[in-house]
């Protein structure tokens, strides 16, 4: 039996929007230009040059601007949560990751704040009927180097959904206070989330890159 109209397109709108990151619609404070600078370009200069050659450069504090954000990765297998069965006609109801943000601060010397946003929604199945359900959603900060998670929690994700409109869901973790050693935080760290024990979803979406600078 084919799966219903209202679940197979919210299938396909999650598999073009997990990861895009839309960060107007997650992060309140969205600035257009620190969502630029973290997509790829060189942060400023953080010295401002004297008049005096021979004077040390003044070091200017830094900004949220200057600092290369880590893009979120989504976990293998962790982009969906599906209750019911293998068969289309036996899920009772989905959970799908939509969309992804992220947002670096200076959070004192040598230290920044990392928060994550996480939107969605919730479909419910042919075996489903309408309700309020709830999933659990992993979110880890990792050191590359050594491979060292820094931060994990799981948070409990809850949507409704009837029979006809599916539910949204929408997350913004709390600052995570990481050191800084460098402004290039994406060759630092690696941001990854994913629903926990959904068996859903594909491969991972892996965005980020690194940078020299």
């Known amino acids: 039996m084919k799966i219903s109209s209202r679940l197979s397109l919210a299938l396909v709108g999650a598999g073009l929007l997990a990861g895009c990151g839309s960060v107007e619609n997650l992060m309140p404070h969205y600035d257009p230009a620190t969502f630029q600078l973290n997509q790829g370009a060189n942060p400023r200069p953080v010295a401002q040059p004297t008049n005096n050659p021979a004077e040390k450069q003044v070091p200017l504090p830094v900004a949220s601007t200057d600092i290369y954000c880590p893009e979120v990765d989504i976990a293998e297998g962790g982009s969906a949560y599906r209750v019911g069965g293998a068969e289309s006609a036996s899920v009772r109801y989905q959970f799908n990751i939509g969309d992804t943000a992220r947002e670096c601060d200076p959070a004192g010397p040598g230290q920044a704040a990392i928060k994550v946003g996480v939107a969605g929604n919730l479909v419910i199945g042919q075996a489903g009927s309408p309700g309020t359900y709830s999933v659990p959603l992993r979110i880890t900060v990792t ?32 600052p995570i206070v990481v050191p800084m050693p460098t402004l290039m935080l994406a060759n630092v760290y690696t941001l990854t989330i994913g629903f926990e024990g959904g068996g859903g979803g594909g491969a991972p979406h892996a965005h980020r890159r690194k940078v020299s600078g």
């Open 143 to 174: 050191q590359d180097a050594g491979k060292k998670q820094i931060y994990s929690k799981t948070y409990t994700i809850q949507a409704t959904a009837d029979a006809t409109n599916s539910g949204q869901f929408r997350i913004v973790t709390d």
